[in-house]
């Protein structure tokens, strides 16, 4: 950023640093350097629109600066602020730990609906494997005051974030987080009963195409929970094979897919006996998002 002789004030950096973003293919470019400068002032982004003439200090342009330049690199803007949004809740992020994604408010939207819609499911127990920074644990335990939730994670810095959410929205108390593998934590439970949904937004990105994801992604982002094996279908596997012991009748198992892994995703479905009716749910852009299967029949 060149040192100009006039003021740098609120509305002539937000203008520079959005076209500097756009040259430099950063996504949402005036909303990431609207982010920045919220952040870097300490207040919320909408006041910038009431402090548009206020101008920046020495120290805030510093600083300010530094975000840039990284911002630039395709540093995802949340592991810069250490904040990310997700159905309507503010979370704590640290690099890492995989970033919420807006796609992934399907599968949250599918679980809502789904207990509100269906009798016997007034105050679910629902099970959320590999959940990262805990944000679907934490929006359904606030939207479901009811439900009973326990959240899983492999990794222990997931697990860190995870509990600083909760703890950080007062939903600690009814959310259980569990370091392990899939299933296997559960065991350490002194009630290890069946659960009314199982959901997850596990690892989906066909091992041989990460290295064609986008650099704020493939050189940021953790690989672990990306990397969904050779055709990106490894853990929704493993879910659905521990799903009949874990899964009450009635209940659903609802785990979020790729963009183009609806009919795969189907054909994979189709192996497991012990579940039926299953269906591909779409998302907000019309894309195939959430694999759903239930008990089957006896």
Known sequence: MEQQPQTWTVKRILEWTSAFFERKNVDAPRLSAELLLAHVLKVPRLKLYTDYDR????????????????????EPIAYLTGQAHFFD????????????????????????????????????????????????????????????VVAVDIDPLAIEVARANLSKLKLDGRV????????????????????HLILSNP????????????????????????????????????????????????????????FDQGKAALNMASEYRALGDAKILKDAAGNDRVLTMSIAPT
Do not use: W
């Not at 992934?104 to 959320?128: A, Q």
């Not at 392990?180 to 009963?193: F, H, M, Q, R, V």
């Not at 929704?236 to 209940?251: K, M, V």
């Open 89 to 148: 809740l503010e979370l704590d992020i640290k690099p890492g730990v995989l970033i919420p994604r807006p796609d992934t408010e399907t599968l949250v939207e599918t679980l809502l609906g789904f207990c509100r819609h269906t009798p016997g499911m007034e105050s679910p127990r629902v099970l959320d494997l590999c959940t990262g920074s805990g944000c679907i644990a934490a929006a359904v335990a606030k939207h479901l005051p009811t439900a009973t």
């Open 176 to 195: 259980t987080v569990l370091q392990g593998d899939l299933y296997e934590p559960l065991t350490s439970l002194i009630e290890c009963a069946p659960f």
């Open 203 to 258: 690892p989906y990105i066909r091992t041989g195409d990460i290295a064609t994801l986008d650099r704020n992604v493939k050189d940021f982002e953790p690989h672990r929970a990306l990397d969904g094996g050779p055709d990106g279908l490894a853990f929704h596997r493993r879910i659905l094979a521990g799903t009949r012991e874990r899964l009450l009748p009635g209940g659903r198992v609802m785990l979020e897919i790729a």
């Open 55 to 74: 101008p920046l200090i020495e120290s805030e342009l510093l600083s300010f600066r530094e975000f840039v330049r990284r911002a630039g690199e395709h």
